[in-house]
Antibody, heavy 116, light 107 residues
Framework: EVQLVESGGGLVQPGRSLKLSCVAS????????MNWIRQAPGKGLEWVAYISSGSSYIYYAETVKDRFTISRDNAKNTLYLQMTSLRSEDTALFYCARHLTGSDYWGQGVMVTVSS | DIQMTQSPSLLSASVGDRVTINCKAS??????LNWYQQNLGEAPKLLIYNINNLQTGIPSRFSGSGSGTDYTLTISSLQPEDFGTYFCFQHNSWPLTFGSGTKLEIK
């Protein structure tokens, strides 16, 4: 069974940093690209970043480019999102999702709240 | 960026009804259009990928159609578990983009 479990969220002050993790199981992690997707409270879905299976291709939404860094460790079956210079508008539930035919499997999400 | 315009934003329907949700892309997205269902407090669930391919385990009352820039999700006979919010999603080009969602509620 495919499972994706996010962690690392919490309350952080504006301008500070936070690193999210997503541990994958139930499939060969190193064979798949992965996405981070977020959802602000009561709002729609926003794609954040993508990384290919071997980390050769990386793409970001303009809203997070130069502030967020996606990475992965295939030996640990783990996806990361390093977030810096956080803003109040980054407050959201962050999902990791496997990139197959778009995004087929999603984790349950981890909440990030940016507030002073 | 490709904009995805989804309609309606709110849809009231009854169990047994046939409903359709529409999504219009600002440019051709070829076949790369997915539909997701999200229930309150849960992660989105993939229903249909690449226009009309039913994800494993999804009931056949769900179907998708369309081409080019215009796409439709149809639920042939609404069941109680179908109420929630639906999103379209294009994965033809970066940045990937979602529609704004359709909340399907009980009439």
């Amino acid at each position: 069974e495919v499972q994706l479990v996010e962690s690392g969220g919490g309350l952080v002050q504006p301008g500070r940093s936070l690193k999210l993790s997503c541990v994958a199981s139930g499939f060969t992690f190193s064979n798949y690209g992965m996405n981070w997707i977020r959802q602000a409270p009561g709002k729609g879905l926003e794609w954040v970043a993508y990384i290919s299976s071997g980390s050769s291709y990386i793409y970001y939404a303009e809203t997070v480019k130069d502030r967020f860094t996606i990475s992965r460790d295939n030996a640990k079956n783990t996806l990361y999102l390093q977030m810096t210079s956080l803003r109040s508008e980054d407050t959201a539930l962050f999902y990791c999702a496997r990139h197959l035919t778009g995004s087929d499997y999603w984790g349950q999400g981890v909440m990030v709240t940016v507030s002073s | 960026d490709i904009q995805m315009t989804q309609s309606p934003s709110l849809l009231s329907a009854s169990v047994g009804d046939r409903v359709t949700i529409n999504c219009k892309a600002s440019q051709n997205i070829n076949k790369y259009l997915n539909w997701y269902q999200q229930n309150l407090g849960e992660a989105p669930k993939l229903l249909i990928y690449n226009i009309n391919n039913l994800q494993t385990g999804i009931p056949s009352r769900f179907s998708g159609s369309g081409s080019g820039t215009d796409y439709t999700l149809t639920i042939s006979s609404l069941q109680p578990e179908d109420f929630g919010t639906y999103f379209c999603f294009q994965h033809n080009s970066w940045p990937l983009t979602f529609g704004s969602g359709t909340k399907l509620e009980i009439k």
